[in-house]
C-alpha cells in the first residue's frame, strides 16, 4: 500500500467534492486491482463509498420487535468484569479484540484513542476481548493487568488467530449481558488510529434519538472468497460455495447500536462459525434482514493514509497505525482537534 495513493484519496475526497466523480471512479479501479497484492486485510474488494448523509431507518416495525433476547455464551467466561459498565449509561461501548501478549498495545490504545475521558460529558467505555494464550506466565501476566484495569474481558477459548470470530462473539455476548443500556458499540482493531470525536459529533449524535438497527463503518460489496490454497485469506469451496460474501463492514471498525448486539449474537450462533469475523457479522446482517449504512463510507478506511493532523480531524477510522505511530502522532492530533477548521 504506497503513501501517495493515501494522499490523493485524501486530495479527492477532501478538497474537491464538487469534481470527485471522475477521480473516485479512478480511485475505485486503483482499489481493486491493487487490492489483490494488498498485504492488508482485503479479501478482494470492491469499495463503494456514498454521498447519502441521512442516517437509517429503523427498520423494525415496532418497538416490541426490538426487545433483546437472553443470549448464552459459548464459552465460560474466565475474566467476565461484570461490573465494567456500571455507573453512567455509555454512549459508545468500545470492544477492543487483543492477543494476550500485546500489553504494550494495550497500554499505548489506553493512553491515546481509548482513553475513557476524552470528550467531556460523553461516556465512552472500553474492553479487550481476550481469548486463552497458551502459555501460561502470559496468563498470569493478563491477570495481573486485568486486576489493575479492570477492562479484560476473557472466555475460555483459545486465543488463535482463526478464532477471532469466537472474539466478536464474546464481545457482543458480553455487552448484551453486562451493558445492555450502552447506546452504541463499536469494534475496533488495535492497529487503528480512531478519532472519537468525529464518531460522536458526525455520526452517533447524541442529541438525536438513538438510532435502531443500525450498522456502519467501511462497507465493502462484492467481495469474493480468494480460492488459491496458498493465499492467507483462503476459503475452499466446502466451507462456503458462494462465488461472493454479502455485504459487510471492515473488521477494522465498525460501529452499531446496541439493539443489533443480541440480535447479531443470537443469529451468529446458529449459522456455521466463519472465520472472518466481520464476513460473518455480515452473514449475521444479511440473515436478520438487515442492510449496513452507508453513512461511515468516507471516514472510515481499512487501509493506511499517510498522517496529516486536520484530514484526521475528519475521519473515524484509519487501518495500520502501530502503537508507536500513536504515541508519536498523538499529542499533534489533540493539538490538531483544536486548532484545524
Ligand atoms: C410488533 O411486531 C411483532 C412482531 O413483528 C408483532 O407480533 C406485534 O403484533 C407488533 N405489535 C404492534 C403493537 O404492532
Ligand atoms: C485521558 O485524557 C484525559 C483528558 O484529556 C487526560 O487528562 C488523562 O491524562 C488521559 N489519561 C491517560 C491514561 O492518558
Ligand atoms: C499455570 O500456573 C499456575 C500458577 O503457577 C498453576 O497453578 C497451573 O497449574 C499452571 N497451569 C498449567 C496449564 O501449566
Ligand atoms: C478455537 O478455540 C477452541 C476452544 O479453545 C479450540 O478447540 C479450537 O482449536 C480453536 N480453533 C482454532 C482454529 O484455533
Redesign the pocket.
Known sequence: MNESRGLHLRTIRWKNPKFLLVPLFLAMVILISFSYHSSIKSYNIIIEPSTETTTMQPTSPNSTANLPKPTVPLYPYHIEEASRCKGEVPLLMLLIPSVPQDVVIRDTV???WA????IPGISIKRVFLLGIPSNNETQVAVEQESSVFHDIVQQDFMDTYHNLTLKTLMGLEWVSRFCPQAKYVMKIDTDMFFNPWFLVRNILEPDKPTKVGFITGQVIIGASPFRDPNNKWYIPVSLYPENQYPVYCSGTGYVFSNDLSSRIYNVGVEIPIFPFEDVFVGMCVKKLGMEFSRQGGYYFSQYRLQYNGCHFTKMVTVHQYSSEDLVKLWPDF?KAMETCT
Do not use: A, G, Q
Open positions: 489506553r493512553k491515546t482513553n475513557e475521558s476524552l489533540l
